[in-house]
């Protein structure tokens, strides 16, 4: 309660004094506001400072003194977002608790005289400016020059973690309460920032995250040139790095390089004056050929009926899960869906995928199992049926996307819960499939299973440096060709407004699941440009006919009495109160129901 009253009086000190003299890096003025917390991170080492240790005993070390009756320390922040400012003021109230003292606040023209702790750069203080250039992808830095405590990083994620060491480092003499000059942090991501050249850019550099299980990092810069990218990529190539795809759609330009045990996929979008630079550990990396292969069925996709759908009325999750067969007897699975009260749906997948595999496959073989987002009503049965059966299926490989979980705080979902599916689900594939590729998708990407060919038109990486208030905002997003035919499978999506603006007409598809259920997040011109004949519903029949969301006459879903206007277009919509298979086959693709559950 102390500590919550100290943020209080903080925070309107703060409204008082807008700061107004920071820039360039490590959130300047150019920095996207994300109105959330940042990720946090605390790594052993971010507990073991430098102190100028060494083996031979030293003389104590000079300090700086922070709060006596003379001096008082003050803080100039240069991060503009707000959940820096969040942390900062956090900082500020531990000071106080710890030291009775007030941390105020500074200003470029203060008195040079006062010690003063800079986080982040700022014109007015040159150092600032110097430490952050020197800084790699992921580094962060903290160093002591006269009376000025730097405190620099790339990545927002970890700035908590940094002030946290500072506050520790905090000592009582006879003084006051000093720091010892000779302190110092300096950490990077090793020898995945050693290979990767920097991106120059006159842009706006707006940080880096981690993503996935914490090796891999999304770098995001804001108005960067189609020369500039240009350019990254030819530095890319200097250093080392060989190109395996590289493509230009709608304007937006991708690319795939690996060098080593290293991954860089580039992402630029003009229309959000976007460029991303993801990077991590080699991956399973896609068949960029079409294979060849026997035709041994008509190629699927197939939206069962399942028994949590029905239990889900009227306000429940009915999950997701599509089957998608491919010429060849292998399927591709897209989600699953929750698991139901009798435990049935899993049973019932498996015998539907044991009844339609051809007679020469002695187990139904899954080509990829797709994971759109970790929540419970998409991945629940995909990680039950793994653990039961197993060994009556073969999988190949596992596509997904996932932010680092474990390292954000999300404001509408417990991130460390999502966590944890993630981790179950990972370990049951790894456990009982070591040899399966484990394929992390990115924007961009295109790639044959078989004679299906994927396009991956969005995942989490997107987003930032934003940080995801829910998993659905975290979907994996993609088109299939197959059959003649192609569908694009928006999962739970709620950023359908970046795909709008990124992709425009090049969405075009002739089937659409439409995002969230057909409840949230769904965009007009997104669902225009796409302009599907068929329309799956990943929710019941009830909801179907009489959610005003689904139907579109609540306020703020004109994209679904838009899609359900027949006078635009007459359109096939299937809900998932009832199995329907899409045979796909060109001009001569027709749509099979099977009887609703009872």
């Known amino acids: ?51 100028g240790g060494s083996e031979e005993p030293k003389p104590p070390a000079e300090m700086l003194t922070l709060f006596d009756d003379a001096v008082n320390c003050r803080i100039l922040n240069c991060y503009s977002t707000v959940s820096a400012k ?20 500074s200003s470029a023209n203060a008195d040079a ?16 400016v110097t430490v952050y250039n020197g800084l790699r992808w992921s580094g962060r830095d903290i160093r002591i020059v006269g009376n000025k405590i730097y405190v620099n990083t790339r990545s927002e994620m970890y700035l908590a973690s940094m002030l946290n060491l500072l506050l520790s480092a905090m000592t009582k003499t006879e003084k006051g309460w000093e720091i010892a ?55 890319l190539t200097a250093a080392g790095f060989t190109a395996y795809d590289e493509s230009t759609v709608n304007g937006n330009r991708f690319g795939t390089y690996t060098k080593g045990n290293t991954q860089v996929n580039l992402c630029l979008y003009p229309a959000r004056a976007t460029c991303k630079v993801l990077y991590g550990k080699l991956g399973t990396l896609p068949s960029l050929t079409k294979p060849e292969t026997e035709q041994l069925v008509r190629p699927s996709i197939t939206q069962l009926a399942r028994k949590a759908v029905e239990e889900s009325i009227p306000n429940g999750a009915p999950g997701m899960g599509y089957v998608i067969q491919l010429s060849d007897g292998r399927y591709i699975l897209l989600d699953g869906g929750p698991v139901d009260e009798k435990d049935e749906d899993p049973q019932a997948l498996l015998d539907y995928l044991v009844a339609n595999k051809p007679a020469s496959h002695e187990k139904p073989i899954i080509a990829a199992w797709i994971i759109s987002h970790a929540h419970g009503d998409h991945l629940a049965l995909p990680t039950r049926f ?3 059966f197993h060994d009556r299926v073969v999988v190949e490989m596992s596509i997904t996307n996932f932010p680092y979980l474990k390292g954000i705080t999300m404001q509408y979902d417990n991130a460390t819960a999502l966590a944890g599916a993630v981790s179950a689900y990972q370990a049951l594939v790894r456990a009982y499939y070591p ?17 299906a060919y994927l396009e991956i038109f969005y995942t989490q990486e997107d987003g930032y440096p934003t940080i995801p208030g829910t998993a659905n905002e975290t979907s994996l997003v993609f088109r299939m060709t197959l059959g003649g035919r192609t569908c ?29 259920h057909g409840y949230n997040g769904g965009d007009l011109e997104l669902y225009k440009n796409i302009d599907p004949e068929i329309c799956f519903w990943a929710g019941d029949e009830w909801r179907f006919l009489k959610d005003p969301r689904c139907t579109g006459a609540q306020s703020g879903y ?32 027709t749509v099979e129901t099977v009887e609703a559950i009872k």
């Open 86 to 105: 969040d942390v900062v003021l956090d900082f500020m109230a531990d000071v106080t608790e710890k030291t009775g003292c007030t941390l105020g606040y």
């Open 1 to 51: 309660m102390k500590k919550r009253s100290l943020l209080c009086v903080l925070l309107c000190i703060f409204l008082l004094l807008p700061l107004t003299s920071c820039g360039l890096g490590g959130g300047g003025a150019g920095s996207t506001d994300t109105g959330q917390k940042p990720a946090t991170r605390t790594e052993p080492s971010d507990t073991e400072p430098t102190t």
């Open 181 to 235: 000059m000779d302190f110092t942090y300096a950490k990077d991501a090793g020898t995945l920032d050693a290979d990767l050249p920097m991106l120059e850019t006159a842009g706006t550099d707006a940080g880096v995250m981690q993503s996935d299980d914490g090796n891999r990092y999304v770098a995001t810069y804001q108005n960067v040139t189609d020369a500039e990218y240009t350019a990254y990529v030819a530095k």
């Open 558 to 589: 004109e994209f679904n009495k838009w899609i359900r206007d027949d006078s635009v277009r007459v359109r096939r919509h299937l809900h998932n109160s009832v199995t329907a298979i899409i045979h796909l086959d060109g001009d001569n693709t």
């Open 488 to 516: 694009m499978f928006l999962g739970d999506l709620d950023s359908c407004a970046f795909m709008r603006d990124v992709w425009g007409t090049a969405v075009k598809s002739d089937i659409l699941q439409l995002a969230h």
């Open 113 to 128: 005289s006062m010690p003063e702790i800079v986080v982040g750069t700022a014109e007015a203080r040159p150092e600032s």
């Open 386 to 388: 793994l653990r039961d």
């Open 435 to 451: 040899k399966a590729g484990q394929m992390v998708a990115h924007t961009g990407q295109r790639f044959w299973i078989g004679d």
